[in-house]
């Protein structure tokens, strides 16, 4: 009798036990909320250029919208390279607590998915990312938006102010994601301009403020009154100003630096994406692993209009928006031919049309246009 009643007391005691056990590992990882995250953020710029700016300004209204006190619960790091170093970033983040990271650079997104695949409960966000899609983790997120959609609403403003008909465009490299921003952008300058022509030089970097001013000082010589970029600095909105000419500019305002030479400016509005990330994350819902926002909902915007923008311009933008918005424009629209770097050929004939973000959220169309004219 006694030694059941010890057998007994010595089984409840173990289930006990192994319940306390249980809690403890739960509690370990319980689910994050507005107030107890720690969120980290990859910069591989200094933080102080346009394009990190963009990404800070995003995930700060994110913060203030859910909640999350911005200058203690975020972590940022910047200068983190693209290479296996980025890995010691990493792992002081996820040391720190961190339960999701953000990253802006697609030079991270090997390493974070490597993090993604040791730490199950760690979330890896990654921009204009292409693995989420792909692996077999669920913790790994790629996010974009269809920027081609507010660079051609951009290029409309251009196609409305050029009087010489020819369009400068300084751009990082020839990637999919750059030659569909500004190949859209110079479709929406053609819709209001079928006359217009456009050259691109290629600064073969992100961040080179001198590289950039100087390949804009060489499309002015050209005869370029309109000039636009696809880089990370102010450098050519700069060049703009103080040549006189008119400038669409990228991931920020650009009319504080050059206020008489800003037609308007375009840039991914990344708290749209934060915001929700993070919302899925304090729910215990799934983020998406590939996620692409539109204009119509935010998730790209333009500037105000500056004052070199020509009469008529933002009633052009407005109409064109509203038929993006209901698929009755397109913005790769045929007729339209072009190559791309491997001699592949696109020819589309009228009524056709190229879509977009038809299979990720990073942009795919790399094809080089008639019109557009590569300077080396």
Known sequence: MH?????????????????????????????????????????????ENAYDQNHIQGLQDACRTLGIDYDTQVLVRTGVPEDETCRDTIRELVDAGCQILFSASQGHELYLTEAAGDHPDLQVCQAVGTLGAQDDLDNTHDAYARLYEASYLAGIAAGETTAT??????????????????????????????????????????????????LAQGLIDLGCDVLSHYTDTSAVAEAAQANGVAVVGYNQDMAAVAPDAALVSLRVDW?????????????????????????????????????????????????????????????????????NGEGEVLSLGEGAFYTENQTSSAPTFRYIVDGITILE
């Open 3 to 47: 030694r059941r009643l010890a057998a007994a007391l010595l089984a409840a005691l173990l289930a006990l036990s192994l319940a306390a056990c249980g809690q403890d590992q739960g509690a370990e990882n319980p689910t994050p909320t507005p107030e107890t995250v720690r969120i980290g953020l990859l910069l591989q710029g200094d933080g």
């Open 165 to 214: 008909n020819l369009l400068g465009y300084v751009a990082a490299r020839p990637t999919a994601q750059v030659i569909s921003a500004y190949t859209a952008y110079y479709l929406g300058a053609k819709h209001a301009n079928p006359d217009v022509t456009m050259v691109v030089r290629y600064a073969n970097t992100w961040n080179d403020a001198g590289q950039e001013a100087a």
């Open 271 to 339: 708290s749209v994406y934060d915001t929700y990330a993070l919302s899925c994350l304090f729910q215990g819902e799934e983020i998406p692993q590939d996620w692409c926002g539109s204009y119509a909902e935010g998730a790209c915007v333009l500037s105000d209009l500056g004052q070199a923008a020509a009469p008529g311009t933002a009633q052009a933008i407005q109409t064109a928006a509203e038929g993006l918005a209901d698929g009755s424009l397109q913005v790769f629209a045929g007729p339209l031919h072009g190559v």
